[in-house]
T-cell receptor, first 115, second 112 residues
Framework: GAGVSQTPSNKVTEKGKYVELRCDPISGHTALYWYRQSLGQGPEFLIYFQGTGAADDSGLPNDRFFAVRPEGSVSTLKIQRTERGDSAMYLC?????????????FGPGTRLTVT | GDSVTQMEGPVTLSEEAFLTINCTYTATGYPSLFWYVQYPGEGLQLLLKATKADDKGSNKGFEATYRKETTSFHLEKGSVQVSDSAVYFCALNGASGTPLVFGKGTRLSVIA
């Protein structure tokens, strides 16, 4: 079946602009995660949704970052007033809910470059 | 907070060599442990996992054993292939449905 998809695959924007990154999780997965991966580093957690609500947004670096999941499926990560330090690969993952649902399935990522 | 430390790369091996990538963790309670792999140009894929002490995860010839006494989850493969060239990430989470904490990754290059 279809995996996690993310669009766009690449995004180049100018400093100060607003960007939106989209994630389509695997159908039926109620948990959705956003991570950010800088060059040479492991992914770092940003925010996690269980259904429509953000269960944990402690990883968002500041209030320029915001994410929504209005219908409990597709999610959008929004970055305002982008800075060069926001350049990174943004990864989305989804998983089933439930006590045995440990595996997170990752999308291919969106590479964001802020010039 | 929870953290994962894995050996720094890059690691370069000849085909059929033995591979070990060390991973240790710090966590409260009893986390689940994972190895993810990122092949060139592809997304992260789960390689193997272990959810309790002394469990051994295995897949594609790779193995890792959850060692609570040494807080380790070292990745091993007896005979690597060129196709194993990738970046390997050790990770943990404290409970089902919670975010993963990743190590920095170890790049493996296998030469023929």
């Amino acid at each position: 079946g279809a995996g996690v998809s993310q669009t766009p695959s690449n995004k180049v924007t100018e400093k100060g602009k607003y960007v939106e990154l989209r994630c389509d999780p695997i159908s039926g997965h109620t948990a959705l995660y956003w991570y950010r991966q800088s060059l040479g580093q492991g992914p770092e957690f940003l925010i996690y949704f269980q259904g429509t609500g953000a269960a944990d947004d402690s990883g968002l670096p500041n209030d320029r970052f915001f994410a929504v999941r209005p219908e409990g499926s597709v999610s959008t990560l929004k970055i305002q007033r982008t800075e060069r330090g926001d350049s990174a690969m943004y990864l989305c993952a989804s998983s089933l809910a439930g006590p045995s649902s440990y595996e997170q399935y990752f999308g291919p990522g969106t590479r964001l470059t802020v010039t | 907070g929870d953290s994962v430390t894995q050996m720094e790369g890059p690691v370069t091996l000849s085909e059929e060599a033995f591979l070990t990538i060390n991973c240790t963790y710090t966590a409260t309670g009893y986390p689940s442990l994972f190895w993810y792999v990122q092949y060139p140009g592809e997304g992260l894929q789960l390689l193997l996992k272990a959810t309790k002490a002394d469990d051994k995860g295995s897949n594609k010839g790779f193995e890792a054993t959850y060692r609570k006494e040494t807080t380790s989850f070292h990745l091993e493969k007896g005979s690597v292939q060129v196709s194993d060239s990738a970046v390997y990430f050790c990770a943990l989470n404290g409970a089902s449905g919670t975010p993963l904490v990743f190590g920095k990754g170890t790049r493996l290059s296998v030469i023929a």
